[in-house]
């Protein structure tokens, strides 16, 4: 039972980068899944959600108009497309699971299933 992303990487400010959440040995069909990110010094911030049952997805404030979640179900895999990035998006990005429902979405405390990280660098 795993639950690996991927993708980061260095992008000059303004690029593009998607990352992607792959689980194997379990199906993400039933689990709403979550895209954290941790930068050095600071907490682990939620960036967005994709639930389970409907599909309706969460954005952090900082983040609306320039990211976007969505999970394709065939492949296993939720994706994370960053656009028009900035040095603040600077940081290791961790994708989770957890149940259909929840009260915070933000808050990893909900969140019972997570992969490894994958860093992602905005900088010139």
């Known amino acids: 039972v795993q639950l690996q992303a991927s993708g980061g990487g260095l992008v000059q400010p303004g690029g593009s980068l998607r990352l992607s959440c792959a689980a194997s040995?379990?199906?993400?069909?039933?689990?709403?899944v979550g895209w954290f990110r941790q930068a050095p010094g600071k907490e682990r911030e939620g960036v967005s959600l994709i639930t389970s049952y409907d599909g309706s997805t969460y954005y952090v404030d900082s983040v609306k108009g320039r990211f976007t979640i969505s999970r394709d179900n065939a492949k296993n895999t939720v994706y994370l497309l960053m656009d028009t990035l900035k040095p603040e998006d600077t940081a290791t990005y961790y994708c989770?699971?957890?149940?259909?429902?929840?009260?915070?979405?933000?808050?990893?405390?909900?969140?019972?299933?997570w992969g490894r990280g994958t860093l992602v660098t905005v900088s010139s």
């Open positions: 040995g379990f199906s993400l069909d039933n689990y709403g």
């Open positions: 989770a699971t957890r149940g259909p429902y929840g009260r915070s979405w933000w808050d990893p405390r909900e969140y019972n299933f």
